[in-house]
């Protein structure tokens, strides 16, 4: 099961950090990542981090989201200088080793201009 949070609203140029919460070791799955569905738009990746720890995020916000994990079961956005276009519900996933994915519930993101 996976947990996201951290969304709310935020003025344009503001920062966010979403946390998502895992029942099981993240080190359990290949790959957690955070996608981003705004309405009428297909849900994208936003960023994602692999067990060993490499890293990758979308161009649109390369420079300004950082994916990060702390400890056995929490993984992070931040959300640094926010764009009305950002706008979207955030979901956090997971892929495992054998190509399941598993999806947390959404939090809601609104950045206002």
């Known amino acids: 099961q996976l947990q996201a949070s951290g969304g709310g609203l935020v003025q344009a140029g503001g920062t966010l950090r979403l946390s998502c919460a895992a029942s099981?070791?993240?080190?359990?799955?290949?790959?957690m990542g955070w996608y981003r569905q705004a309405p009428g738009k297909q849900r994208e990746l936003v960023a994602a981090?692999?067990?060993?720890?490499?890293t990758d995020t979308a161009d649109s916000v390369k420079g300004r989201f950082t994916i990060s994990r702390d400890n056995a079961k929490m993984v992070y956005l931040q959300m640094n200088s926010l764009k009305p276009e950002d706008t979207a519900v955030y979901y956090c996933?997971?892929?495992?080793?054998?190509?399941?994915?598993?999806w947390g519930q959404g939090t809601q993101v609104t950045v206002s201009s």
């Open positions: 996933a997971a892929d495992s080793w054998s190509g399941g994915k598993y």
């Open positions: 099981v070791s993240i080190f359990d799955f290949n790959v």
């Open positions: 981090i692999t067990s060993g720890g490499t």
